[in-house]
């Protein structure tokens, strides 16, 4: 190691009496240094290997494990009480079987979980969000659509005709700012220019609206929910107001491609009183299920199979297995989602409970790449260790046939320095360290080595 660490200096230029000096301080305690390491690698390269080989494993293993998936997840929903906190209540329930933690967040509504889920800061991983109100993708991405949610205009009576006409000069609650009725009964105030011919727009919450409309302090109430929202039942079950049916119902779905229409048949509220009291056309827009990009894709599978549980029932305005539905309204739908509608869930987690799956697949990643290279590797190295070994004896039995084949022409000088290497010969087989496997081979060297050594000692030159 020294002439070769000499030489490499020497040829990058560093010569001179100052540097060959401390070169000689410097190199050989580091070849003293390195010729012990190169015998100890030489002498246990096995387990040296199969060392690093669990280094790595145990590497890969607590990188996967701190992958899996998160134990706690955010969820906007909309106001307490609302139609979207129900709903968000029932995926809470059923996460919590799972051993998922569902936060729920309430807000405003549909504007007001979009700006939590753009905001990284905020927590929010998932929210109810109603088509139309989405814009840019972003960072987020739909896991489907869930139900429709009509717009519901209730109101106390005297609203002659059948359009939003009929609301100029009332006094009328949109629902709070950052709902999805707020900013959709705005956009169709100014697109009837009634926008500013209505008396008076209230931004109550919509239980709030409804007390109100109970107790006549306000003239109309417009709401968007599904129909199992409590607030729904609670005024179409009331005949003391009605609901608007909304005429051109056709012309809103064809300008807003987001929207649907759906019919409140007459009598579905209450047969015995006939509320509602005929046929209500409405226009209804989807609630989609939304989440950012960087989402566990465990934890959209356990959300995708949680929807299809809870909305995948008959509902007034769609049949059973309607919902959830592959449906990107405004936002492409996530990877999952599409493998999720188009074969359903993973093998894993569709046979095992969630955290099982979970830690099985992320264990799978780790084993297959794993054992594809530590099998035939294991395979490979028994004989490679078995060649080496055999090599180092083969070495000093080509030794030992050379003074074998020189003893018959030595002189007296000559076999002295024949002696001495097979003195030397011999010493380094003492030394030679293997496994008990080969000691058989290691008992046979030496005594081949006594025979030369006999025959070194009887035998005599020609004169």
């Known amino acids: ?23 000689a301080k410097i190199l050989p305690p580091l070849a003293s240094i390195g010729m012990p390491l190169r015998e100890f690698l030489r002498s246990n390269w096995h387990v040296v290997t199969i060392a690093v080989t669990a280094g790595v494993i145990v590497c890969a293993a607590v990188f996967l494990l701190g992958t899996m998936p998160p134990r706690s997840i955010a969820m906007a929903t909309g106001p307490e009480g609302g139609g979207y906190y129900e709903i968000g209540r029932k995926y809470q ?21 979009l700006a939590l889920l753009r905001d990284p800061k905020s ?41 939003l006409a009929a609301l100029r000069g009332r006094k009328i609650s949109i629902g709070p700012e950052g709902s999805g009725s707020h900013a959709l009964l705005l956009r169709l105030l100014k697109l009837n220019e009634m926008d500013q011919q209505v008396a008076e727009l209230l931004t109550l919450p919509p239980q709030d609206a409804a007390n109100k409309l109970l107790a006549g302090e306000i003239d109309a109430a417009a709401l968007l929910a599904s ?29 807003y491609p987001f929207l649907s229409k759906v019919t409140v048949p007459r009598g579905v509220a209450d047969l015995a009183k006939d509320l509602p009291p005929a046929d209500i056309a409405l226009f209804a827009s989807k609630a989609s299920l939304v989440v950012r990009k960087d989402l566990h894709s465990a934890i959209q599978y356990l959300l995708l199979s949680t929807a299809a549980q809870i909305h995948s029932g008959v ?18 739908l996530s990877r999952e989602a599409v493998q999720f509608y188009k074969s359903g869930q993973p093998f894993l987690q569709h046979n ?14 780790l084993l297959i790449p794993a054992i594809a290279v530590l099998y035939p590797m294991f395979r490979f190295l028994p004989g490679l260790y078995g060649w080496l070994m055999r090599r ?33 010969l011999e010493n380094q087989a003492n030394q030679l360290r293997m496994p008990i496997v080969y000691e058989s081979m290691m008992y046979l060297l030496r005594h081949h080595i006594s025979i030369v050594r006999n025959r070194l000692t009887t035998d005599r030159p020609t004169p």
């Open 1 to 23: 190691m020294y002439p070769f660490l000499k030489k490499l200096f020497a040829d990058g230029g560093y010569q001179g009496p100052d540097f060959q000096n401390a070169l």
């Open 123 to 163: 927590g929010v991983d998932i929210a109810l969000v109603q088509g139309g109100d989405i814009g840019k993708a972003g960072e987020l991405e739909s896991l489907g659509t869930l139900f429709y949610e009509p717009l519901w205009i209730f109101h106390r009576g005297g609203l002659e005709g059948a359009t």
């Open 93 to 113: 329930e059923l996460l919590a079987r799972s051993g998922v933690e569902l936060r729920l967040v309430p807000t405003a509504g549909s504007l007001e979980n």
């Open 392 to 424: 180092k004896i083969a070495r000093l039995y080509g030794e030992l046939r050379f003074l074998e084949d020189e003893i018959t022409d030595g002189g007296p000088t000559e076999r002295a320095q024949l002696t001495a290497r097979l003195d030397r």
């Open 227 to 255: 129909w199992d929202a409590p607030v729904v039942q609670q005024l179409i079950t009331n005949d003391q107001v009605g609901l608007l049916n909304l005429a051109r119902t056709d012309a809103y779905v064809a300008l």
């Open 315 to 332: 509902s007034m305005f769609h049949r059973a297995g309607r919902f959830p539905a592959a449906e990107g309204i405004e936002l492409p």
């Open 352 to 365: 095992l409970p969630f955290w099982m799956a979970s830690l099985v697949g992320h264990l799978l990643v």
